[in-house]
């Protein structure tokens, strides 16, 4: 990188960008003739491209929510997005064939390395495609899908039709909408009935071009007994214009199935990130979100699930971390139909330098959904009196039986907590570090290891050179 | 003693919070090797003695200095004098809610030491210190002095301060809440440190006094040393508390 390029980049450590080697880069803005010309270039079956004509009416009729940060949703300029953009002919199976620089770019955030050590599969995008895709062996030969999701529409189009859209149909909401016009990339995973797939498999994100749109679109189905653990990372240059990232992902676990879906997004403060997740559990299933958000301009994201049979679980864990010039809208929501159905929210989140942090969270519980038990805990941490957070809970209960707790807690990073690790030896910088490592810890913990002391390393980063 | 052992300066110390004298004219010295003991009521102005060398930041030095190993330190921070050696075991020790003991100790001990102990080493001497203070290793996977009884924090106070080895400890009611056997242990690590260091032990008791030899115990009153003798002095309060201490005109035998 040159020092210029550093400079632009400041702190942020992925911020870095390679030449636009476009094979085939669509003008900026949308229109229908966009949505059915991604449909052609994909060759794809007649009902999508229906389904993604009809999905860009609904976005272009649908009002723009009222909530959230209006104002930032509001400055979105949806003629200057590229809605797609193919930077490899091809996704390959072996790195060594993926084109040099891109190549060097998951190099540089370490994914062939990770892949190698712990990781049972791979699935890297680059701008609108998957360049870079890989399983091990023995999965597959047990029977496991894992492939980008434009693979996925192609060679198991039955399968596809029969889920897509089931969890998260393209009115939900305008960026569902948006998404399942131009959805391009993503996963696609089916875990055969009672496989247990042991080791994560991961998707990473990459956004490389200015004013780019990326809006992966991931399907995975669980079958009856199964269990996966997803891991997803997302990050981009940093420019001085928009990008935008509008994600939708489908989750559906089977009776007694588990999805584990991780996430750490760290996109640059330059990105929109507009993500729709929601996970289905049947009988006796469990759905968990692992959601980290650093990155981004704004975010409005909360991780879903609908409880659907009885004696299903949720667990939503996430944190955010708000700096200067960045809203983390984020939160959780969980719906339980069905009785004895349990959930818990833990969320956490961290303002700084004028940041800010907003928890959002629905719970409902139907009148049918007998004896269900939840817990919500909420904790926020200020570190400085210029940030803010916000907590905007909702309860809808709609019987007697349930067991539900709900905590909220919002504080200030004490002065006799940096004394005393002052008088440790910490700098003052070290020690909001290893207050704000500590906030998150019951979050980091739940991550794979190698995953935990990066998100660690991370946030020490964030507080340097910070505090005045 | 030589000027070179001489740690701990405190000369004509003035110190105010908020607008509110606590010390008035405070002087004390103290050189490697001894054990001083600073006794008072509540309020005496104990405690802020103790933080004001560390370098809290609430408290404003209105007049007079503080000088470490010969060098005047008011301009130095909190970590700058932890990493210079000094140490403060804390009253009442801070919460740092998910930091594992483990994780804070190799870290405090990277960041104080120059050539810190790494690896096998750094852990051979861990488990050395608990097992002198009679910890379990258990504690390495807790988070500081979360949920920890009193006795648990003030193990793991000192447990820092065997690690970290420094030259000026600064023990803030280090034995206060403490049982026999805790008191004891607690003792010993005190006696393992002190041979190198200078130390000042702030105490409500006398019983401390039993397991720990001081030099010097000094009486503090309205933020000023107004009494200093040896351990007989100790035992003198035990038994007569701080009102004789006040009558002008009394001169000690």
């Known amino acids: ?468 | 003693m030589s000027v070179t052992d001489e740690v701990l300066r405190v000369e004509n110390l003035h110190v105010s919070v908020d607008d509110t004298p606590i010390l008035n004219g405070m002087n004390l010295t103290i050189n490697r090797g001894e054990i001083h003991v600073v006794m008072g009521r509540n309020g005496a102005g104990k405690s802020t003695l103790a933080s004001v060398v560390m370098g809290h930041p609430d408290y404003e030095i209105t007049s007079g200095s503080i000088f470490y190993m010969g060098t005047n330190i008011d301009e130095m921070t909190v970590f700058e004098r932890a990493r210079a050696g000094m140490f403060l075991s804390f009253q009442y020790p801070a919460v740092i809610p998910g930091v594992q003991v483990g994780t804070f100790l190799k870290k405090s001990v990277q960041s104080v030491h120059d050539e810190p102990l790494k690896g096998r080493a750094f852990r051979k001497e861990l488990n050395a210190a608990m097992a002198t203070l009679e910890m379990q290793k258990s504690v390495l996977s807790r988070y500081v002095n979360d949920g920890f009884s009193g006795g648990e924090k003030k193990r793991l106070e000192i447990l820092q301060m065997l690690l970290l080895k420094p030259t000026l400890a600064l023990l803030d009611e280090t034995d206060s809440g403490l049982d026999i056997d805790a008191l004891r242990i607690v003792a010993k690590g005190i006696n393992s440190v002190a041979p190198q260091a200078g130390c000042l032990i702030i105490t409500h008791y006398q019983r401390l006094l039993d397991h720990v030899q001081p030099h010097y115990v000094h009486v503090m009153i309205d933020g000023t040393i107004v009494r200093t003798g040896g351990p007989e002095l100790a035992l003198k309060l035990e038994e007569q508390g701080y009102d004789w201490l006040e009558e002008p005109q009394e001169v000690e035998a």
């Open chain 1, 1 to 468: 990188m040159s020092d210029e390029a550093r400079e632009a980049v400041g702190d942020y450590k992925f911020g870095f960008h390679d030449p636009e080697n476009a094979t085939i880069r669509f003008d900026k803005g949308l229109s229908e003739q966009v949505v059915r010309d991604i449909s052609e270039l994909k060759n794809e079956p007649e009902w999508m491209t229906d389904l993604r004509v009809k999905a860009y009416h609904h976005f272009i009729q649908r009002e723009m929510p009222d909530w959230g940060n209006c104002s930032e949703l509001n400055n979105i300029d949806f003629d200057n997005v590229t809605y797609f953009l193919r930077s490899s002919d091809a996704t390959e199976n072996d790195w060594d064939d993926v084109p040099d620089d891109i190549k060097n770019t998951f190099d540089r955030l370490g994914i062939p390395e990770a892949e190698q050590k712990w990781l049972g599969g791979v699935t890297a995008q680059y701008e609108s495609e998957a360049v870079y895709h890989s399983i091990r062996e023995d999965l597959e030969d047990q029977g496991v899908l894992f492939l980008d999701m434009d693979s996925g529409l192609r060679e198991h189009p039955e399968l596809v039709k029969k889920f897509f859209g089931t969890v998260i149909p393209y009115g939900d909401n305008k960026f569902s909408a948006l998404n399942t016009a131009v959805w391009s990339g993503g996963s696609f995973i089916y875990v055969p009935k009672g496989v247990h797939v042991e080791m994560p498999v991961q998707a990473y994100f990459r956004i490389n071009a200015k004013n780019m749109g990326q809006f992966e679109r991931t399907l995975i189905i669980a079958d009856e007994g199964s269990s996966l653990h997803y891991v997803e990372g997302c990050t981009a240059p940093t420019y001085s214009t928009d990008s935008l990232h509008s994600a939708v992902v489908e989750l559906i676990a089977m009776k007694g199935a588990k999805i584990r879906y991780s996430t750490i997004q760290n996109w640059s403060a330059n990105v929109y990130n507009l993500v729709t997740k929601r996970g289905v559990a049947h009988e006796n299933a469990t759905v968990e979100w692992v959601d980290g958000n650093i990155g981004s301009k704004l975010t409005m994201k909360y991780p879903s699930v609908v409880l659907k049979g009885e004696g299903a679980h949720a667990e939503v864990i996430s944190v955010a971390y708000a700096g200067a010039g960045q809203h983390q809208d984020a939160g959780a929501k969980v719906h339980h139909l069905a009785p004895n159905t349990t959930s818990s929210i833990l969320s956490k989140s961290i303002s700084k330098n004028g940041g800010r942090s907003s928890y959002r969270g629905m719970l409902q519980v139907t009148p049918k959904a007998h004896g269900c038990r939840s817990k919500v805990v909420c904790d926020a941490l200020m570190l400085d009196s210029d940030s803010r957070s916000d907590t905007y809970p909702t309860m809808e209960v709609g019987n007697s039986t349930a067991d539900l707790e709900h905590e909220a807690s919002v504080s200030k990073v004490s002065g006799d907590q940096l004394f005393y690790l002052m008088s440790r030896g910490f700098s003052e910088e070290e020690a909001m570090g290893l207050i704000v490592n500590g906030f998150f810890e019951p979050f980091t913990r739940e991550l794979p290891m190698e995953y935990a002391v990066e998100l660690n390393k991370l946030l020490e980063l964030e507080m340097e050179g910070s505090i005045g």
